[in-house]
Structures are given as C-alpha cells and as structure tokens.
C-alpha cells in the first residue's frame, strides 16, 4: 500500500524559513519523479515543482511564484522528499501535498504551512 | 505566466452526461501536455482520475473518460451519479521542462 506522510508544517513569520518532509512507502521511491503541490485555503491547486529521479540526473523544476525561494530534494536512502522554503510570503499559507509520478497517482494528507505576522 | 482554463461551473442531472475541458494559453492542448485530471471533494484529498489524456488509474469509474476536443483537453462524465458532485481540476505539463500547471478547476453539481 502506498503512504505518503507529509510533516515539517506549523506558522511561521513573513521572511521566514521552513523545511517540509514527506515520508514515502509501498512503491519504489528511488526511480520515481516527485512533485510538491499546494493548495491555498478556499483555491484551487497549484503545482510547486518536482524532482526528477536520480537516474534522470535529479532534476527540478519549479513554478515562477516560488524560484529562487524555494528548493526540492530527496534523500532516497530514507524514502524521503524535502522542500526547503526560504523568503516566506503570506501568499504561501497553504496545505502542502507530496505525491509521485506525472500521474499524481497517490496523496497524503498535507501539511499545512501558515506564514503569517 | 502560463493560465489553463476550465468551466468555472456545470450543473448535471443524475444519468446525465458533462464534458468539462481544459485549455492552455500557450495554443492548442495535445498529448505532449500529458493532461491529468482530479476529482477533489470538500474537505477531502485530491483523487486522480484520468492521466497521459485518456488513461484511467485502476480505481476510475468506467464512467469517467478523457480525450483532446478542439484543442482542449477534455473530460466526460457519461451516467452521472450523485457522488460525482466535487471539483475537477486538470494539469498540463508545458514546455520541454514538463513544468505543471493547474487549471482553474470547474465545480460540477448534480442538480
């Protein structure tokens, strides 16, 4: 069965940082492409990036909103994705969604990330 | 900034049949865009339905299909049940870095 279990979340100050975690299990993690995905309170989705798997060089992409401030990677020994968000806006309260693939296939539950003075 | 587009709303009857679509403001929606689709119920997690345009995931109801409608992806519901009520995002992954990008999402009621 897959599990994705996001955590790392909490409030956090404008100009702020935050590291998430997303603990994955019940598919093979390492050759998987993983994708952040955020959802602001009462919007709709919204794609933050991906990381390629190692074997396709580990590559990440972002959307525009966030490059520069924010950075995916992944420790495949643990199972386990990261999002470093430095330079926190109000903009990115949001429940934050780990899920693999270009499928989307699988979610967990989120976590939530309040940036707020 | 690249904007996809849905149908703000669409109100069904029960054993009806809804097309939502799903257009990018980059031109014209082809499979390179590997269209996704995703059913979202209040205060629930997104479910994936449809990916790489027609492609069901093992849990889709037969009733849910996806295809390319003039330019646009697109997503059909035929025999709508009253537990399709939900919001239905698409994403399309442009460029050659595959970079996604959610649609503005349709909210369908089954009135």
């Known amino acids: 069965e897959v599990q994705l279990v996001e955590s790392g979340g909490g409030l956090v100050k404008p100009g702020g940082s935050l590291r998430l975690s997303c603990a994955a299990s019940g598919f093979t993690f390492s050759n998987a492409w993983m994708n952040w995905v955020r959802q602001a309170p009462g919007k709709g989705l919204e794609w933050v990036g991906r990381?390629?798997?190692?074997?396709?060089?580990?590559?990440?992409e972002y959307t525009a909103p966030v490059k520069g401030r924010f950075t995916i990677s992944r420790d495949d020994s643990k199972d386990t994705l990261y999002l470093q968000m430095n330079s926190l806006k109000t903009e990115d309260t949001a429940v934050y969604y780990c899920t693999p693939d270009r499928a989307l296939s699988y979610w967990g539950q989120g976590s939530l990330v309040t940036v707020s003075s | 900034q690249t904007v996809v587009t849905q149908e703000p709303s669409l109100t069904v009857s029960p054993g009806g049949t809804v097309t939502l679509t799903c257009a990018s403001s980059t031109g014209a929606v082809t499979s390179d865009f590997y269209p996704n689709w995703l059913q979202q119920k209040p205060g629930q997690v997104p479910r994936a339905l449809i990916y790489s345009t027609s492609n069901k995931h093992s849990w889709t109801p037969a009733r849910f299909s996806g295809s390319l409608l003039g330019g646009k992806a697109a997503l059909t519901v035929s025999g709508v049940q009253p537990e399709d009520e939900a919001e239905y995002y698409c994403?399309?992954?442009?460029?050659?870095?595959?970079?996604?990008?959610f649609g503005t999402g349709t909210k369908v009621t089954v009135l």
């Open positions: 994403l399309l992954y442009h460029g050659a870095a595959q970079v996604g990008v």
């Open positions: 990381i390629k798997s190692k074997r396709d060089a580990g590559a990440t």
